[in-house]
C-alpha cells in the first residue's frame, strides 16, 4: 500500500513541478520569421532581445489558461491529500486515498484538455498558414504531465483498492 502512494506521490509532485513549469515558461512554440526565431508561450510572446505581454483574449489561449491553472490546483489540493494519508493512514469517513486519486484524475483530465485544444487550435492555425514553426519544450512537459498525473491517480486507487480488499478479508 505504502508502495503505491509512494509512487503515486512522486509522480504528482514531478507532475506538479511540471505543470507549473509548462504554465508559466514561453516555450510552447517556436517559429521562424524574418531570418530569427521567435517563442511563445501562455503569457508571452519573445523576438529576439524583447518579450512581450499577449494582451489578446484569444478564445483557446484563455481556455488553455484555465485547464492549466485547475490541473495546477487539483494537482497541488492532490498532493496536500496525499501526503496526509500517507502519514496519517487512516480510513475514517473521509478516505484520504481515494480522495487524492480522484484529485489526481481531475488534474489529469484538466491537462489533457488544455494539451489538446491548444495543439487542436495551434496546429489548425499555424499548420495552414506558416510552415516553420515547431513545438517545444514548455509544451512537451505538458504533455508529460498528463502522463505523470495519469499514474498518480492509479498509484492511488491501487492502494485504495489493496486496503478495500484487506478490509474485507478482515471482516
Not at 496519517?88 to 484524475?105: E, M, P, R, V
Not at 498528463?146 to 486507487?157: A, D, H
Request: proline residues 1%; glycine residues 10%; aromatic residues 22%.
Amino acid at each position: 500500500m505504502y508502495s503505491f502512494m509512494g509512487g503515486g506521490l512522486f509522480c504528482a509532485g514531478v507532475g506538479n513541478i511540471l505543470l507549473v513549469i509548462s504554465t508559466a515558461t514561453d516555450y510552447w512554440m517556436q517559429y521562424r520569421q524574418s531570418s530569427s526565431y521567435m517563442h511563445q508561450g501562455l503569457w508571452r510572446y519573445c523576438v529576439p532581445g524583447k518579450c512581450m505581454t499577449l494582451t489578446d483574449s484569444i478564445a483557446y489561449w484563455d481556455a488553455t489558461r484555465a485547464f492549466m491553472i485547475l490541473a495546477i490546483l487539483a494537482c497541488f489540493f492532490g498532493l496536500i491529500i496525499g501526503v496526509m494519508a500517507f502519514i496519517n493512514y487512516s480510513f475514517n469517513a473521509f478516505d484520504k486515498t481515494f480522495a487524492a486519486g480522484i484529485l489526481y484524475f481531475i488534474s489529469c483530465f484538466f491537462v489533457l484538455l488544455a494539451m489538446a485544444v491548444y495543439t487542436g487550435m495551434t496546429v489548425n492555425y499555424y499548420g495552414k498558414r506558416y510552415g516553420n514553426w515547431k513545438f517545444s519544450w514548455s509544451y512537451i512537459m505538458g504533455w508529460v504531465s498528463v502522463v505523470l498525473t495519469f499514474f498518480s491517480g492509479i498509484f492511488y486507487m491501487c492502494a485504495y483498492r489493496m486496503h478495500e480488499s484487506r478490509g474485507n478479508i478482515s471482516r
